[in-house]
């Protein structure tokens, strides 16, 4: 899987557009989660550093409480509370119990647990040595007792508890309990203010914040690909159009359009088009040229020649004026078959390939064609008949038969043509598409061919934006590999 991985990323982010919108994403998204996150982790820091002081001032309050008490007949300590609860309560929910009063306490978490600690402390501070037992907690007012009857919290007079009354959710409330030089015990309930949910060890990134965060994202990366495809359209286009330069040099001029370099490039682009255009046009001009001036005097040396009386030196002359004739003749095939000029359009690869069977089955060879369904891809109609005309014309001529396979992929089609020939020496392999070039042994000229399929061939792959490739197969024959881009 992580090699799968591993060979995925390179071809998925191989483009331009690809790499800056992934560096834009990490950058902003980056960025954001980071800014993010160190904004929350102040929120919660100063959140626990109120609840410190919060649950401090709660202890010193209860200190001041317990001092006040003990210095009462305890037969005034319930006078002083009743007072206190039917003035509508205060910040504390106050009350004196013979015994501690036990309840079901909040989960331990770390922060609960420095809170605590931060209480005792405070709590100890102010009270000394007079200090007796001191149990400090957090409980939901629906669990919590205020009580020895079992009261709950959450079950008192509104009026009793109205400031640090159950809240909307529930919110822990802080408990302590300590036990008076008399042996009762002081209850003190309260809310830390200002946040009383804190104690509760809610992760900085609850679900909204994150829901939050994770849209608020979204719309940075939306916005990013944007930019970034804004940004990279003038080169995708320029990308496009020197793909199809490749393979129609007629196209329409690139829009100089996008930053300074994008122009640039396009301008130079343009310009480069121009004068591809006019090289080919005056090449024609040139062949056309040397095949006219040629031919004259070609012809005034054949005449010339059959005046002669000395008979071996008249076939001596015309087999030079044939050859150079030849040799014309194939400079201007090489030109035709690398020729631009004609429009793309769709080929269907089956119906030329019997066609050129039929024309080979005149000659009394054999083409096989191994194809599973219709093939079509873009690219030009004569030209590429014309490569395949001369590859499978070699194969059949230097061998019996010719089989054919073709080869469907999601981006490009491989065409693969084996012949059971005697194949072609190793040495001479690298050497085969040079213009010229006729090959000794079992593939020599015996029919007067220029030495020029194979280079027309590969000139016509290379416009289509292909590859052509061949090898010796291991017994006998060669094999000859065309893949060429579907689009």
């Keep these: 899987m992580l090699k799968r991985v ?146 709950l919290f959450s079950e008192l007079p509104s009026r009793w508890v109205q400031n640090n009354l159950v809240l909307n959710p529930p919110a822990p409330v802080l408990v302590a309990q300590m036990q008076m030089e008399s042996g009762d015990w002081l209850y003190l309930a309260s809310l830390m203010l200002p946040d009383p949910y804190v104690v509760e060890g809610i992760p900085a990134f609850t679900g909204d914040q994150l829901a939050f965060t994770l849209i608020l994202s979204l719309v940075l990366i939306l916005s990013s690909w944007f930019i970034v495809r804004w940004l990279t359209k003038p080169l995708r286009r320029l990308s496009k159009a020197a793909m199809s330069l490749g393979r129609d040099i007629h196209q329409v001029p690139v829009p100089e359009q996008g930053t300074y370099e994008v122009r640039e490039t396009a301008r130079a682009f343009n310009l480069m088009q121009r004068r591809i255009l006019t090289f080919i046009s005056e090449r024609d001009l040139l062949f056309s040229a040397i095949s006219h001036d040629l031919k004259t005097p070609i012809t ?38 690398s020729d631009l000029n004609e429009p793309s359009g769709r080929i269907k690869l089956k119906p030329m390939l019997e066609a050129i069977q039929e024309e080979v089955a005149v000659l009394q060879r054999q083409v096989h064609i191994e194809m599973p369904y219709p093939v079509f891809f873009s690219g030009k109609p004569m030209a590429f008949k014309r490569c395949l005309s001369n590859l499978i014309h070699n194969a059949v001529f230097y061998g019996s038969e010719a089989w054919i396979k073709v080869v469907d992929e999601s981006d490009s089609i491989t065409i693969i043509i084996t012949d059971n020939g005697p194949g072609v020496p190793e040495s001479e392999l690298e050497h085969i598409f040079d213009p010229f070039v006729r090959l000794e042994g079992s593939r020599n000229r015996h029919t007067g061919g220029s030495g020029l399929g194979m280079t027309i061939a590969r000139n016509i792959v290379h416009s289509h934006g292909g590859e052509i490739k061949l090898h010796n197969l291991p017994v006998q024959g060669l094999e000859v590999q065309i893949r060429v881009p579907r689009e």
């Design 6 to 151: 591993l060979t995925f990323l390179p071809k998925a982010f191989s483009s331009l557009y690809s790499r800056l919108l992934l560096v834009m994403m990490l950058a902003v998204g980056g960025s954001f989660f980071i800014a993010t996150t160190i904004w929350l982790h102040a929120i919660q820091s100063d959140k626990e550093a109120d609840a410190a002081a919060s649950v401090q001032d709660l202890a010193i309050s209860m200190a001041q409480t317990v001092t006040y008490f003990e210095g009462l007949p305890k037969a005034y300590q319930h006078i002083i509370i009743d007072q206190q609860r039917n003035m509508g309560g205060s910040r504390y929910f106050l009350s004196v119990n013979q015994e501690y009063v036990d309840f079901e306490s909040i989960p331990d978490n770390p922060l609960k647990l420095e809170l605590i600690k931060e209480y005792q402390l405070a709590f100890r501070e102010r009270v000394g040595q007079r200090m007796g037992q001191l149990r400090v907690d957090f409980a939901y007012p629906d669990k919590l007792r205020v009580f020895n009857s079992g009261v």
């Design 300 to 337: 005034r040396l054949r005449l010339r020649a059959e005046l002669l009386d000395d008979e071996p030196t008249r076939d001596k002359i015309n087999q030079d004026l044939a050859e150079l004739e030849q040799l014309v003749q194939g400079a201007l095939e090489l030109a035709r078959g």
